[in-house]
């Protein structure tokens, strides 16, 4: 267990703590956690009928497709 990564290792520990321990085998010398940053993507609604396409980076999002709720 890598000492720089204490701080992060013990957030994920809070946020998952009921199935933590049992996901993670710190002991590993290869266990290793990602994190994954998104800054794009897409949210498919209805079969196509509204596509959102977002933009995390820059927080902003587009709505393509027909609005059939009015």
Known sequence: MNPKNA????????????WYD???DETNENCCILAIRLTKGLININHHEKLY?????????VL???DTCG
């Open 53 to 61: 396409h977002m933009d995390f980076a820059n927080k902003t999002a």
């Open 7 to 18: 701080e992060i290792r013990a957030k994920l520990r809070k946020t998952f703590e009921k």
């Open 22 to 24: 049992s996901a993670n």
């Open 64 to 66: 393509e497709g027909r």
